[in-house]
């Protein structure tokens, strides 16, 4: 059965390195044509796309946030991590990861709750 | 980009509802999908690869376009189905979402 979960700190000072995990099951990230892409939604606002990573390892980011962004992968685990640096309260959110795959259904995760605040 | 209209639709049960959503170049309608959102839940994806519904969506649900022009489309309002709506577009990189229409009750 296809599952995704992401899991990541409940709550991130300002300034600090946020970092969010996303676990999968159920198909692999290496088949061809397979992608993994990060999602947030701040409280009472609208879904804003953050980055790609692709069964290729290639990796694409929101302009906005390019250059404090990074996601990476863990063959071996079957996780791809995301990691935002200098961590703003602005940055307050829900964090999903879903799958793109083709032209099958999408799937999402449930969603990892972090809020930045001192 | 994908930009939605209306912001807000005020419905009553049983009425149409109809939900744009225009990119601002053409793109491919295969990667086009809508999703539901409640509040405090995961967006719930209703239609795929440009108008086939996802598993368990009522046929009341209905989503066309192409170009630059997509629609979805509620035939007859349910109490349940008052709720944030949203557009996207997963060709990518990136995987663009519209803004969101938020249906409410009239």
Redesign the interface.
Known sequence: QVSLRESGPALVKPTQTLTVTCSFSGFSLSTSGM?L?W?RQPPGK????LA?IDWRDNK?Y?KSLQTRLTVSKDTSSDQILLTLTDADPVDTGTY?CAR?YG????L????TLVTVAS | VLTQSPGTLSLSPGERATLSCRASQTIDS??F?W?QQKPGH??R?LT??AS?R??GVPDRFSASGSGTDFALTISRLEPEDFAVY?C?H?A?????????TRVEMK
């Open positions: 992608a892409i999602i609208a879904l804003e796309w790609r694409y929101s999903y793109i032209r099958a259904p999408i999402w995760g449930q969603g | 295969v990667y999908a999703y995961t967006p994806l795929y690869a086939t996802a598993t949203y996207q997963y990518g990189p990136p995987e663009t979402f519209g803004q969101g």
